[in-house]
C-alpha cells in the first residue's frame, strides 16, 4: 500500500473510487428525496452536483491535469453541497412536532442526519486524490 501512495496508483484509484462513490450516493439520494417528492427545490442540487464528481472523478482517473484542475474544483462543491445538506437535515429534524426536544424520535424519523455528511466523504476523496502524487505512465 504504502508503495501506491508514493508510485501514485492510489491517487488513481481514488479519483476512480470518487466516481464510483458519486454514482452510488447520486441513486441513493434519488430515491431518498423522490420519496419525500422533491419537496425543497435544493433537494436537486445533489442529483445535479454528484454526476459531475463521477464525471470529473473518471477525468481525474485518465487524466493528471484533470485530478489537478477539475477534480478538485467539483470536489470543493460536493463537500460544500454535503454542508449544506447536513444544516437541511438539522434544520428539518429540528422543525418536525418536537423540534430538538424530541431528537431521538425526530432523528429516527426525520431526514437522514448523517447522509449528507457521507456525500462530503465522496468530495473529500476526490480532494485527496487531486493532492497526490500522480503515477507516470
Do not use: C
Not at 501512495?5 to 454514482?23: D, I, P, Q
Not at 423522490?34 to 485518465?62: E, T
Not at 434544520?91 to 456525500?119: D, F, T
Amino acid at each position: 500500500a504504502g508503495q501506491d501512495v508514493r508510485h501514485g496508483r492510489f491517487g488513481r484509484s481514488l479519483s476512480a473510487l470518487t466516481a464510483v462513490g458519486a454514482v452510488v450516493t447520486t441513486v441513493e439520494i434519488f430515491f431518498e428525496h423522490d420519496s419525500a417528492s422533491f419537496g425543497n427545490r435544493l433537494m436537486w442540487l445533489p442529483i445535479i452536483v454528484n454526476p459531475l464528481a463521477s464525471a470529473a472523478g473518471v477525468a481525474g482517473f485518465l487524466s493528471a491535469r484533470a485530478a489537478r484542475t477539475t477534480l478538485p474544483i467539483v470536489s470543493l462543491v460536493v463537500v460544500a453541497n454535503g454542508l449544506q445538506g447536513f444544516l437541511l437535515h438539522a434544520r428539518a429534524v429540528g422543525q418536525k412536532p418536537g423540534g430538538w426536544a424530541n431528537a431521538r424520535y425526530n432523528l429516527e424519523m426525520g431526514p437522514p442526519l448523517a447522509a449528507p455528511l457521507l456525500v462530503t466523504l465522496v468530495g473529500g476523496m476526490g480532494l485527496l486524490a487531486s493532492v497526490l502524487r500522480r503515477e507516470t505512465f
